[in-house]
Every structure is written in structure tokens, then in C-alpha cells.
């Protein structure tokens, strides 16, 4: 077993290139020091990026979400990251999906089991620009409403916005976005003739109820 001393000494930024590459050669076959050496940006990246492959998944995490890793590492990371999520069961998928850094769930907005976009949306990493993204694809949409309206995320400006853009969105989402829209888009949806009757009706209660200074 590896010292402790070794697993310290790699969370060092002041450990050098020759020393890094000694103690690759010393410990091939100790998977954390391996994962360690991956991480570090001083480890050279040809070496870094043979470590890749051999990691589990939700290593390959760790290392895209570690700020202080070679950028390029990160990057082949995130790659074989995305290959590798093909092929996984669906458990896994939710996994690793609750961990993953936000330019991952950028990368799988196409996604479309309504598990997997609920974990996507309640992971804590999701950005505005992930939930866009998932509005504005040209893919079918309703699952991801489905799961769009069990979160706040229908409450951002900017995502009510998109979805009243959407000829496509349900009647229940339409509905949730109202109070979250401006006035001036708010006319425009109850004037369009295509908006369902009970969106216009719920349009025109809320300007009512929102009085002169609303």
C-alpha cells in the first residue's frame, strides 16, 4: 500500500516535473496515485492523458471539475467522459449525472429520459445556459418540460422568456411562467391567437389583479 506521504505530496504545486514522473514510474499499478498524477498541472501532459482511459467514471469527474488540472487534460477528460455515458445503465447515468460539472451537462442537453433531465436540472452546477439550451433545441421538448416544471428554473426571467418563444410549450408551463414575464411580453402572448384560451384568460387575471402600479 502507498504511503499517505505520496497522496500529500501530489496535492503539492510545489513538486517538480522530474520528481512527477519518478514516481509514475515507481507506482504504475496504485490507481489513486495515478489519479493523482492526472490531476497535478505540473505531470506532463502525454502521460496525463494515457492515465485517462483507465479511470473510472466518476474519476474522469473529478478531474474535469478540478480547476488546477492541465486544461487540455480536462478537456480529453470530458471527452472520454462522454463516450463512456453512452453505454452506462441508467443508475449510473443519475450517478453521475448528481456530480457533474456544468460544461458536461452542457454537452448533454440533448438528453431525453425524464429522469435523467431532472437530475441534470437539480444538479446544483446547472446553469441558466444549460436549461436555454435544453429550451432551444430542435429536439422534441416535452419531456423536458415535464421535468422543467417540478423546478424553480421556469421562475428565471431569461427562461420564461425562451419558453414563451416556444410555439411548442405546454399549456401547464406556459401557465407557471405568467407572473414571470414582462408586461410587454405578456400582451404580445395573449395576442397571439395561437396562445390556448386558458393561457389568455390567466394572462388578462393577472394583469387585473396586479392593479395601476403593477
Known sequence: MVSLDVIKRLQSSAVSQEELEDIHRRHKDDYRVQLGLAQHPRFPQGLALG??????????????????????????AELEFLQRYKRLALGEKTSLL???SNSLLLALSDEDQPQLIQTILQNPSCSEEVVLRFVNRSLDRSRFYQALAETSWFQSPAVAEAVAHDPEAPVRILLKIIPHLGLARLQKLFRDESTHQSVRDHIRSYIENRGPGG
Open 98 to 100: 448528481k456530480m457533474a
Open 51 to 76: 492515465i485517462l482511459s483507465k479511470l473510472f467514471a466518476a474519476d474522469l469527474v473529478r478531474v474535469i471539475k478540478n480547476v488546477k488540472a492541465n486544461p487540455f487534460v480536462r478537456k480529453k
